[in-house]
C-alpha cells in the first residue's frame, strides 16, 4: 500500500548525496563474459543480461521552439520518430527548474516520489503529467510541434531523463496520450490500409513502416538502420549504445555495515582517512532508537581530524551495503590469517576460481553480479591478480515453503499458533477465531511462515529432516514442508538402522556364488549411479535409488548370500548414504563393525554396469521377462534362468531341441516332450 513493510511509512523518493561503485564503466565485459560461463545455468545467465540491459539505438536532439536549448531524447525505436506525440521529461530533468515556483509542478513533483522505480511498479502505476506549456520542433515534420510533459513514468537514470513518446506503438505512452487527449498515430503495420484503426491498447508486434514519409514500406529493423542514418546527415544526433545497469549504490543510512572510510574537511573537500586508521570501527555506546542514521546522532563519533595535517574533519556518517563484504569473501576464505594485505595473491591462484557455488536464485542479479564486478575491478587496480570470473560452476537451489496464517485482523501466525479443525477449517488457538490461510511460499520471518528445525530435530533427528529435504524433489525446485513427510523419512531410516541390525546378527548361511556374484553386480551398479547422481546434483534420485536398494537387500537375506557378502556391500551404500543421512550413517557403519567410515566406496568404469529386460519365450510363447546385466552371453543368461526365472517350470521334463539366443532380446527354448 505504498509503505514500509516493516516501518509502515510511506514511501517516497528523496535525493541524498550518496557513495557509488562505477560498476557500469564494466557492463560491457560484465555482458560478454556471460558466454565464457558454461558452468552456470542460462536462467540466470539470462537475468544478468537483461539487468545489465545493452540497449542499441539512438540520440536525438530536439529544439525546443523559440529557444536556443534542446532536449536530448535516447530511443531504441527511433523507426516510429513518425508517431511520437509528446515529448516526456523526468521531474529531475534540468528543465524542471524553470518551474521551481510553481505550486501545481511541487504538487505534482511530490506525487512523482511516491511512485516507485522498478519497471514493474511504472508499468503499473497511473500515469499523471504536468503540462509544462513548451514544446519541440519535430525534425522530420514541417511546422508540427510536439508538446513537452513531466510525466511520473520518466526517470533520470536511463538515458537522458527524456523520452518521445509514441503511443500506438508502447503501452505507458498509450495510457498518457489517452488520459491527456493526445495523438495517437500508427506507424508499424502488419497489414495493409489500416491507417484508421482505432486501437484499444499499443500494437508491439512487427510489421511494416505506414504514415513515415521515406520510411513507408520498410520493415522495422531496416527503417531503424535508415533513420539512424538520416539523423547523423543531418547531425541532429547518433547512434548510441546503452546499458541498463546503473552504479552500484553503496551508502546505508543505518548502524550496522562498515563505516564509509571518508573524511570530509572544513574547506569542503572529501578526502579517505589514513591507511593506518583502518579499519575505522563502529562505536558501542549508539543509540539505536534516535530517528534517522543512528550515526550521524552519535554526539562525538563523527568528529575527527585528518591525520596527515591535523585539520578538523567530520566522518562519513553512511556504511556500506552488507554486499560489499559478500562480494568478496571467498578471496578471504583463500587465505585467513594473511595479515599484509586482503589476500596472497599465491594462494588465490591455487584456489580460484570457486569450483562450485551453490545459491539460491534470489542472488542473480545482486550478489552474483556484484562477484563478478569485484572480481574484475581488482584485476583492473592490481596486476598480480589474474581471476577473471569469480566462480566457474554454479547451481541454484530451490527454497523450503510453507503455507502462510492470517488471523481476523492481518495479522501473521505462525505455524505453532493455528489449529486445523479439518482439511477446510483453521482456527487460532488463543481464541478460536477463523484463520485464513495463504498460498506456500519461501520461508521468512516476516511471514512467520517458518517451522523450528530444534523442534523437528528434537522429535525425528536432524537426518530425518535432511532426507524428507533431499528426497521430495530436485534441489532446484521450491519444496512444500510437510510434517508427515519427515515423519515419513524417520520411518524409513528406522528401517535401514533395522536391516543393518538384521545383517549384523545373520547367521551364516550355505553360499552360492553365481548369486553373490550377481548381487555384487547389482550393488555395484546402485553405488555407480548414486556415485553419478550426487555428482550431477540429482539428490532426491540417490534416494530412490536407497529405497530399491533396501527392498533389494531385505528381499535377499533368505537367500544363499553370505554374511561378509551382505555386510560388505551394506558398508558400500551406508558409506554413500553419508552425505544424506550422516548422523545414522555412521551409527550403522559402527554396528557393522566397519573401521574406515571415511573412505568413499571404489568406483571403477567395471561398476556402470547397465541392466536390460530380456524375453524368456518357451517354443515361442513368452513365460518370463527378465533384468539380467547387459551383453551377458548365452551360458550366463541360461544359468540365470535356470536359478532365477519362473519359466524354468516350464523347461522342467522337457527336452531342449536348439536355443535361439539374440543378445540383449530374447532367449527362446524349442522344446519337445522326454
Not at 551495503?321 to 578471496?331: M, P
Not at 561378509?564 to 554413500?576: E, F, P, Y
Amino acid at each position: 500500500n505504498g509503505k514500509g513493510w516493516r516501518s509502515n511509512v510511506a514511501v517516497e523518493r528523496k535525493k541524498l548525496s550518496q557513495w557509488f561503485f562505477n560498476i557500469s564503466k564494466f557492463s560491457n565485459e560484465l555482458l560478454k563474459d556471460l558466454e565464457t560461463l558454461d558452468g552456470w545455468p542460462d536462467k540466470v545467465k539470462l537475468m544478468q543480461k537483461n539487468w545489465i540491459g545493452k540497449s542499441f539505438g539512438c540520440e536525438i536532439n530536439f529544439e525546443i521552439k523559440n529557444s536556443n536549448d534542446k532536449i536530448k531524447v535516447f530511443t531504441t525505436r527511433p523507426d516510429t520518430i513518425f508517431g511520437a506525440s509528446f515529448i516526456a521529461l523526468s521531474a529531475d530533468h534540468i528543465i524542471s527548474k524553470k518551474f521551481i515556483d510553481s505550486k501545481e509542478f511541487i504538487q505534482f513533483k511530490k506525487e512523482c516520489n511516491k511512485t516507485g522505480t522498478t519497471e514493474e511498479a511504472l508499468a503499473n502505476a497511473e500515469k499523471i503529467g504536468f503540462n509544462s506549456g513548451l514544446s519541440v520542433i519535430h525534425p522530420f515534420i514541417k511546422d508540427k510541434l510536439i508538446p513537452i510533459y513531466f510525466a511520473n513514468f520518466v526517470l533520470m537514470d536511463y538515458g537522458s531523463g527524456a523520452i518521445f513518446g509514441c503511443p500506438a506503438h508502447d503501452q505507458r505512452d498509450f495510457e498518457f496520450a489517452k488520459k491527456y487527449d493526445l495523438k495517437i498515430l500508427k506507424v508499424v503495420s502488419d497489414k495493409s490500409n489500416d491507417d484508421k484503426e482505432i486501437l484499444k491498447e499499443a500494437y508491439t508486434g512487427d510489421g511494416k513502416i505506414i504514415n513515415s514519409d521515406f520510411l513507408n514500406g520498410l520493415d522495422v529493423q531496416s527503417a531503424k538502420e535508415k533513420i539512424i542514418r538520416v539523423i547523423e546527415e543531418k547531425s541532429i544526433g547518433e547512434k548510441k549504445t546503452l546499458f541498463r545497469l546503473k552504479d552500484w549504490g553503496v551508502s546505508r543510512q543505518r548502524y550496522w555495515g562498515c563505516p564509509i572510510p571518508m573524511i570530509y574537511l572544513e574547506d569542503g573537500s572529501v578526502v579517505p582517512v589514513d591507511k593506518s586508521e583502518l579499519p575505522i570501527e563502529l562505536p558501542e555506546d549508539i543509540n539505536l532508537n534516535s530517528n534517522g542514521n543512528p550515526l550521524d546522532n552519535h554526539p562525538t563519533w563523527k568528529l575527527t581530524t585528518q591525520k596527515s595535517t591535523g585539520k578538523k574533519a567530520i566522518r562519513e556518517t553512511d556504511t556500506l551495503d552488507t554486499f560489499v563484504d559478500s562480494s568478496w569473501y571467498f578471496l578471504r576464505f583463500c587465505s585467513p590469517n594473511h595479515k599484509s594485505s586482503p589476500f596472497d595473491e599465491k594462494k588465490i591462484d591455487y584456489w580460484m576460481p570457486v569450483d562450485q557455488y551453490i545459491g539460491g536464485i534470489e542472488h542473480a542479479i545482486l550478489h552474483l553480479l556484484y562477484s563478478r564486478f569485484f572480481t574484475k575491478a581488482i584485476k583492473k587496480c592490481n596486476k598480480n591478480f589474474k581471476i577473471n570470473e569469480p566462480f566457474k560452476n554454479l547451481f541454484t537451489q530451490g527454497m523450503v515453503c510453507h503455507e502462510s496464517y492470517k488471523d481476523a485482523k492481518g495479522n501473521w501466525l505462525y505455524p505453532d499458533e493455528i489449529e486445523k479443525v479439518d482439511p477446510k477449517t483453521i482456527i487460532k488457538k488463543s481464541d478460536k477465531s477463523k484463520v485464513t490461510v495463504g498460498p506456500p511460499e519461501s520461508m521468512s520471518k516476516s511471514k512467520k511462515n517458518t517451522v523450528d528445525p530444534e523442534t523437528m530435530i528434537e522429535q525425528l533427528g536432524a537426518d530425518s529432516v535432511r532426507w524428507f529435504i533431499l528426497s521430495d524433489s530436485p534441489p532446484e525446485k521450491d519444496i512444500q514442508w510437510s510434517d508427515n513427510g519427515v515423519v515419513s523419512a524417520n520411518k524409513f531410516l528406522q528401517k535401514i538402522w533395522n536391516i543393518c541390525f538384521l545383517v549384523s546378527n545373520r547367521k551364516e548361511t550355505q553360499v552360492d556364488k553365481d548369486l553373490e556374484n550377481a548381487f555384487n553386480a547389482k550393488i555395484n551398479n546402485y553405488v555407480y549411479k548414486i556415485d553419478r547422481s550426487i555428482e550431477n546434483f540429482r539428490f532426491n534420485v540417490c534416494v530412490a535409488q536407497i529405497y530399491e536398494i533396501y527392498n533389494y537387500f531385505r528381499d535377499h537375506l533368505d537367500n544363499s548370500i553370505g554374511n561378509k557378502t551382505l555386510s560388505n556391500n551394506l558398508i558400500k551404500i551406508l558409506k554413500v548414504m553419508i552425505p544424506f543421512v550422516p548422523h545414522l550413517a555412521n551409527e550403522c557403519l559402527e554396528l557393522l563393525k566397519c573401521s574406515n567410515n571415511n573412505k568413499w566406496p571404489d568406483i571403477s568404469g567395471e561398476n556402470e554396469l547397465e541392466e536390460i529386460k530380456m524375453a524368456v519365450q518357451i517354443n515361442g510363447k513368452t513365460r518370463d521377462v527378465i533384468k539380467i546385466k547387459k551383453d551377458l552371453m548365452e551360458k550366463d543368461v541360461n544359468n540365470f534362468i535356470i536359478k532365477n526365472s519362473k519359466a524354468k517350470k516350464y523347461l522342467d521334463r522337457k527336452k531342449t531341441i536348439k536355443i535361439i539366443f539374440v543378445k540383449n532380446k530374447i532367449i527362446n527354448y524349442i522344446t519337445s516332450n522326454q
